[in-house]
Nanobody
Framework: VQLQASGGGLVQAGGSLRLSCAAS????????MAWFRQAPGNQREFVAA???????NYTDAVQGRFTISRDNAKSTVDLQMNSLKPEDTAVYYC??????????WGRGTQVTVSS
């Protein structure tokens, strides 16, 4: 199983970035997908998730600014991040899980928001 994240970078506060995660080695249609992030000195935290039915869930800190979506035909999950803040600076990780018993992490992609 591989989760390949891309799209990170440096952006000014108020700007936008779009992260993408390409999955392989799983039956993508039936796996839930999520994004987590980890800032320096902090624990990894949940950002957003989308289940196999397309139902989404967000942490309060990004609600209304971030949008998670999936393309089952391409086996990708995207995270559109708008109105970025310096506190959004972190390494963002793609995550997938199936029925709570199988899960995988991808390598992170750095997002840096300058003030």
């Amino acid at each position: 199983v591989q989760l390949q994240a891309s799209g990170g970078g440096l952006v000014q506060a108020g700007g936008s970035l779009r992260l993408s995660c390409a999955a392989s080695g799983i039956n993508f249609n039936i796996w839930s997908m999520a994004w987590f992030r980890q800032a320096p000195g902090n624990q990894r935290e949940f950002v957003a998730a989308i289940n196999e039915y397309g139902r989404t869930n967000y942490t309060d800190a990004v609600q209304g600014r971030f949008t998670i979506s999936r393309d089952n035909a391409k086996s990708t999950v995207d995270l559109q991040m708008n109105s970025l803040k310096p506190e959004d600076t972190a390494v963002y990780y793609c995550y997938t899980q199936y029925r709570g018993t199988h899960f995988y992490w991808g390598r992170g992609t750095q997002v840096t928001v300058s003030s």
